[in-house]
């Protein structure tokens, strides 16, 4: 049997209630463009629910209720949206994950490779663009594509996360940098592609390569000036040095065996939120590095704080609480999913929480004062656990899903790409509902018995050769039926799901509630759509052309309300998936921002038509072995790029196609010396020699005969 690799009623908001004076609400007699450019500060962002019109940070309220109060565009009138501009934006046919931030009619938005576009947000006309120049060959280093999620503002600037790790100051009136720090060391394969988030004046920023081998800790810098205010380290270091603070003394204790040496992982690469009242900021964290707990610490443990939301003091980084979502995790089980706070009734009490749909596929709903957990369901297909035992919070897991202590493999719902990734969920108030992005995949993890330390590329410990895909299209076809995605309406205080809406496939876009009764996704497919919030009734859809991840947002100017939504697709699916990505998204994949209002008359052009490459491989001359030995290679270092089994995704090259396939010098020089880096494509000789490029190169060839054969049957009917 083949295997299957496939791979969160507020009353009020409490935000609105909090510290830091008056509100500065757009006064009605002064236009947005008299502001200053991203006029932020810390009256303005605590209140800006108020500000229905702006979308000021990254989840538009410290909240991160992703919950739109503009009411112009309603369930009664949305089958009269049309497309009021669209931008075409310079990046590369990447995946495109950025929520735009609008500010007093300005738009900035952000791109693949870290790009920053500031748009006038009635015509989308460029002010300014800025590139930050990442060095191609730093995206071997992005486990998940070259994405950027957005940009933070205060008091006149602009903060941006680079993928190769730097956190730069822009003024917003002109996109030049103001100032630059490295946030991480570049001797080590760290990438950002979190937006940044502004608490007191401080710029908050984590980082991502839990899957390279890294250490995962969170920063703050001054926003004016750029210097370090306080550090997090969310896994403790070496024991043998002092611990950089008093938790991580508690925590080295939940850990076994040398795993510093490894990095150990839990990097806050996404999600955070910020109580003004309490005084408290979330952050998420991530996976053990590698994956595989065996590999990690050797004889168990929790592994604190892996996959874990922590609570934070923001002034000065202190630790307050934490609750521990998958203790010695060892599937990719990330924590870093989007974390809502909200006011609901539960059992008929008012309580203040912390919602999160992690890749584990469990809703968790804490108690954001203490960290208690309240409740926690399963929202999707799980296997690996039968339930969260709210005794101890802990899961009731199958002892089977722990392929590196079973040393047997363990075939788990959900995967790494989890049931719920990075795509934002929302919150309606309104409805007291979370509108939940939910994928349905499974994922075999085979524990890898010769684990070795690569410096390009994954290092999880977990055998990509051996979980592949099967080479018989039919069987491939097979896994691809049992794949699905859903948008879920999950009620939070009964763990209950109020409607959902099935898709044929399983990586779509994050999701916008409206106060219009409207909630917005955009679907792997290229539709955009809106459902009803209360029901899910579809009410209106319309074809973007492209593959779409981001989610919408929404804004006016000058009285008209606006949806945004940004399109582009790839990341860890659409890149690593293979065939079972080539096949679940629609052709064509141009990197735009799209925005659309009320009788909107703008017109996109025709759709790209992606040419054909002919498939022209060199005669297929190693032996089998060699060609197996290839795939080895290809599938630890090779795959998760250029896709399972030689098979693109249809983001990036598909290398059977390529060729340099046929040119056995031309491809040394890309893999072994890095002739393409700039294009993206790192040099791989600090891993492979010659003689192994060359058994990947005939594992390629190898696969792309067999697509010949494929072809050439499908022409005989
Ligand atoms: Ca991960």
């Known amino acids: 049997m083949s295997v299957t690799r496939v791979v969160v009623l507020a009353l009020v908001v409490v935000l609105a209630a909090g510290c830091g004076g008056e509100p500065s609400p757009a006064s009605k007699g002064e236009t947005a463009a008299a502001k200053a450019p991203a006029a932020v500060d810390a009256a303005r962002l605590t209140a800006a629910n108020a500000e229905g019109g702006n979308w000021m940070s990254y989840g538009r309220t410290y909240d991160e209720?992703?919950?739109?109060?503009?009411?112009?565009?309603?369930?009664?009138?949305?089958?009269?949206?049309?497309?009021?501009?669209?931008?075409?934006?310079?990046t590369a046919h990447r995946a495109q994950e950025s929520t735009p931030l609008v500010i007093d009619g300005v738009m900035y938005v952000t791109g693949a490779w870290s790009k920053v576009f500031a748009l006038d947000a009635r015509t989308g006309k460029e002010l300014w663009r800025y590139d930050p120049q990442v060095p191609g060959e730093w995206g071997v280093h992005a486990c998940c594509d070259v994405v950027n999620r957005g940009v933070a503002a205060w008091n006149g600037k602009l903060y941006l996360g680079t993928l190769d790790g730097r956190l730069i100051a822009l003024d917003a009136a002109t996109g030049k940098p103001v100032w630059t720090v490295q946030t991480t060391d570049p001797s080590q394969p760290y990438t950002i592609t979190a937006a940044p988030r502004v608490v007191k004046g401080k710029v908050l920023i984590g980082n991502g390569g839990a899957e390279m081998g890294v250490r995962g800790y969170f920063s703050a810098y001054d926003a004016d000036t750029g210097k370090l205010a306080w550090r997090f380290y969310t896994v403790p270091g070496d024991p043998s040095k002092p611990f950089e603070a008093p938790i991580l003394e508690k925590a080295a204790k939940t850990w076994k065996g040398q795993w510093w040496k490894y990095g150990g992982g839990g990097t806050v690469w996404d999600a955070m939120a910020y109580d003004p009242k309490l005084d408290l900021l979330y952050?998420?964290?991530?996976?053990?590095?590698?994956?595989?707990?065996?590999?990690?610490?050797?004889?168990?443990?929790?592994?604190?704080?892996?996959?874990?939301?922590?609570?934070?003091?923001?002034?000065?980084?202190?630790?307050?609480?934490?609750?521990?979502?998958?203790?010695?995790?060892?599937?990719?089980?990330?924590?870093?999913?989007?974390?809502?706070?909200?006011?609901?009734?539960?059992?008929?009490?008012?309580?203040?929480?912390?919602?999160?749909?992690?890749?584990?596929?469990?809703?968790?709903?804490?108690?954001?004062?203490?960290?208690?957990?309240?409740?926690?369901?399963?929202?999707?297909?799980?296997?690996?656990?039968?339930?969260?035992?709210?005794?101890?919070?802990?899961?009731?897991?199958?002892?089977?899903?722990?392929?590196?202590?079973?040393?047997?493999?363990?075939?788990?719902?959900?995967?790494?790409?989890?049931?719920?990734?990075?795509?934002?969920?929302?919150?309606?108030?309104?409805?007291?509902?979370?509108?939940?992005?939910?994928?349905?995949?499974?994922?075999?993890?085979?524990?890898?018995?010769?684990?070795?330390?690569?410096?390009?590329?994954?290092n999880v410990g977990a055998d990509f050769a051996k979980g592949a895909l099967p080479e018989d299209p039919k069987a491939v076809a097979q896994i691809l039926a049992t794949m699905k995605g859903h948008l879920a309406a999950w009620n939070p205080a009964t763990q209950t799901e109020a409607w959902r809406v099935e898709f044929p496939l399983p990586w779509n876009g994050g999701v916008l509630a409206t106060a219009g009764n409207l909630v917005f996704q955009g679907t792997a497919m290229g539709d955009f759509v809106a459902y009803r919030a209360d029901s899910g009734a579809k009410l209106w859809s319309t074809q973007t052309q492209t593959g779409v991840l981001a989610p919408p947002m929404s804004y006016d100017v000058d009285g008209e309300q606006y949806v945004a939504l940004e399109v582009g697709w790839g990341g860890a699916f659409g890149l690593a998936a293979g065939q079972l990505a080539r096949d679940t998204h629609i052709k064509g994949n141009t990197p735009r921002v799209l925005v659309y209002k009320l009788n909107g008359q703008d017109k996109l052009p025709p759709p790209e038509t992606p040419a054909a490459l002919p498939l022209n491989p060199p005669p297929e001359t190693a032996t089998a072995a060699v060609a197996e030995e290839g795939k080895v290679l290809y599938s630890r270092s090779c795959g998760t790029c250029h896709g399972d089994s030689a098979v693109s995704g249809g983001v990036i090259t598909d290398l059977r196609y390529s060729v340099a396939l046929g040119n056995d010098q031309l491809f040394q020089s890309i893999v072994h010396d890095g002739a393409y880096k700039a294009k993206g494509m790192a040099p791989f000789a600090s891993d492979f020699g010659p003689a192994e490029i060359e058994k990947i190169r005939a594992y390629i060839i190898h696969r792309a005969h067999q697509q010949l054969a494929i072809d050439a049957a499908a022409a005989k009917h």
Not at 65 to 84: C, E, H, M, W, Y
Request: zero cysteines.
């Open 65 to 90: 209720q992703r919950f739109s109060p503009l009411k112009q565009i309603t369930a009664d009138n949305v089958s009269q949206l049309g497309l009021a501009w669209h931008y075409d934006l310079d």
């Open 283 to 458: 952050i998420g964290t991530g996976n053990g590095s590698p994956w595989n707990a065996a590999i990690r610490s050797p004889g168990g443990g929790d592994n604190l704080f892996l996959s874990s939301i922590i609570a934070l003091r923001p002034d000065t980084g202190e630790y307050v609480w934490h609750y521990q979502t998958t203790p010695g995790e060892s599937w990719d089980f990330t924590a870093t999913q989007h974390l809502i706070l909200a006011d609901i009734a539960i059992d008929g009490r008012p309580r203040q929480v912390i919602m999160q749909a992690p890749k584990n596929g469990f809703f968790y709903v804490l108690d954001r004062a203490t960290g208690e957990l309240i409740s926690a369901k399963n929202y999707a297909v799980v296997n690996w656990a039968t339930g969260i035992d709210m005794k101890t919070g802990r899961p009731i897991e199958n002892p089977a899903s722990r392929y590196g202590t079973t040393g047997k493999p363990w075939i788990s719902m959900p995967g790494p790409g989890g049931a719920h990734n990075w795509q934002p969920m929302a919150f309606s108030p309104l409805t007291g509902l979370v509108y939940l992005p939910v994928t349905d995949i499974a994922f075999p993890y085979f524990p890898d018995t010769h684990f070795v330390v690569n410096h390009q590329g994954f």
